[in-house]
Each structure stands twice: as C-alpha cells, then as structure tokens.
C-alpha cells in the first residue's frame, strides 16, 4: 500500500472502489495500525499491520467470501467475509483520502504503483511481483 507516517492509533482510507457500504470496497488502516477491509457496509478487521516509515507491499485478492491479505510477497491473513466480496463493476478508484466513507481519516502516506487485475492472483503470481 505505502509508506505510512503515523505512530498513533488511527483510523486511514487507503484504496477504495465504488461505494463500500453498497457494491464496493475500501482498504484502509484501522486501530493499531491493522488493515481493515470494509464492503457492503460490514467492515472486516485483520490483525495485519503496516509498521510506521517503511514501505510495504500489499497485495489482496478475492473469491467467494475470501479475502487473501499478502505482506511483501507472503500470505499474512486470509479473512472469511460473511456478506461476501463485492462485485465493484463500476465507479471511481480514489487513493488516499478516507476509503470513500468508509474511515473517519485519510492515509498520511504515500502509494505507488497500484495495481488492478480482472482475476484473483495465485501464491506465486503475489510472489513474483514481489521479486
């Protein structure tokens, strides 16, 4: 996702899609630094954090109600999503800001390189970008 600034207990959209509390999603930054994933209005915690000034790659992939969580390359959490992962055919893809809603601040860092795919990636396709 970034490099993340903030040392103190947060709450940071990061990545969005559509609206997350109808068809969409948000990624973003919960208590304690762990990544949060919210969609059709339930939000699911993990217990994946981002540590402070360094960066971090993030890589998620979904299936069914399964939400995949890789940290530099390595499956960190899978998550079950009990309303199931969005369709999110349309609408914007804001960076930054507060997940479209969904968090009550915005990412104090930076993004690069965001990255969308039409299909969930593999273990070794995660790995491979890494690399």
Do not use: C
């Not at 390359?73 to 969005?86: F, H, I, Q, T, V």
């Not at 969904?102 to 890494?130: I, M, N, P, Q, T």
Request: glycine share 16%.
């Amino acid at each position: 996702m970034g490099r993340a600034r903030s040392a103190g207990p947060w709450q940071a959209g990061g990545v969005a899609h559509g609206d997350p509390h109808d068809d969409g999603w948000a990624l973003g930054v919960g208590a304690k630094r762990k990544l949060a994933w919210t969609t059709r209005g339930a939000t699911v915690a993990s217990k994946v954090s981002l540590s402070a000034g360094v960066w971090t790659q993030l890589t998620l992939t979904w299936t069914g109600n399964k939400l995949r969580i890789y940290r530099n390359g390595a499956l960190a959490k899978e998550l079950s999503a009990n309303a199931g992962m969005p369709a999110s055919g349309g609408g914007a893809l804001p960076l930054g800001g507060d997940g479209a809603g969904a968090f009550s601040g915005a990412f104090a860092g930076r993004l690069d390189e965001v990255a969308l795919y039409d299909r969930a990636l593999s273990a070794d396709d995660v790995k491979e970008h890494f690399a």
